[in-house]
């Protein structure tokens, strides 16, 4: 399955490279639609095929999004782990740089991977496209952040902090990595993520349906930042 040109364009003009959008698009094959391929199918059932191409290109922009977003969310919390160092280059653009003082470095590869590996399951697009309540989101927020704690507290020589400098750093630590967990599902609130894409997905099969009423209305209804929050 390839890449529709527009999408990949889309992407591309948000800064992604081509590569990010091949992995998270690989990704994207490899794991199951399963949550909307029954809205997609009987969308498909009434139209055209130049109209399916069009609405499969929205579809798969809609999951090509959300997958890069849960990619953007773990390098930035691996750039945490690692206290690298924000800087800008020419053009405005936000580059991490190595942080050059190694008493600020609290973890080393080691504790670093041992963190992303249990963080890829608190954060992935199955998560976003849940339907949790508070209560099942504080419970779990809890016990991570007791997870992480513990994992940080019982290992902490074998995972780099082996001074007292970046023991000072433990609680930093996380407190940052749980916050961005925590925000991370509550986009999983009450099912918002997963209602936000079947809502642009009714709203495409709408548009492909009367397209009379496409010309008729204000291009503003069908901008992507209505549906998106201004997300894109």
Do not use: C
């Not at 074998?158 to 967990?181: A, C, F, H, N, W």
Request: proline content about 4%; cysteine-free.
């Amino acid at each position: 399955m390839k890449i529709p040109e527009d999408t990949l364009n889309r992407f591309k003009a948000l800064g992604y490279s081509e590569q990010d959008i091949l992995n998270a698009y690989s990704q994207l094959e490899n794991d199951s639609f399963s949550q909307f391929e029954n809205e997609i199918s009987n969308a498909s059932k009434k139209q055209t095929p130049a109209q399916l191409s069009t609405m499969n290109s929205r579809i798969t922009g809609d999951f090509l999004k959300l997958q890069l977003e849960v990619d953007d969310i773990l390098e930035r919390i691996q750039h945490i782990l690692k206290n690298d160092i924000i800087e800008f280059d020419k053009e405005g653009n936000r580059v991490w740089k190595p942080n050059p003082n190694p008493e600020e470095i609290p973890l080393n590869d080691y504790g670093v991977h041992l963190i992303m590996s249990k963080l890829t399951t608190y954060i992935n697009r199955d998560v976003l496209l849940s339907n949790l309540d508070d209560k099942t989101i504080n419970k779990t927020l809890l016990e991570f952040g007791k997870l992480l704690a513990e994992l940080i507290y019982y290992q902490a020589k074998k995972m780099g902090m082996d001074t007292d400098r970046k023991i000072q750093l433990y609680e930093s630590l996380i407190l940052q990595i749980v916050d961005l967990v925590y925000v991370t599902w509550r986009r999983a609130y009450g099912g918002q993520e997963r209602a936000t894409i079947g809502k642009t997905t009714q709203v495409n099969e709408n548009i492909l349906s009367h397209p009379d009423a496409q010309q008729s209305s204000k291009p503003s209804i069908f901008n992507p930042r209505r549906y998106f929050g201004g997300r894109l």
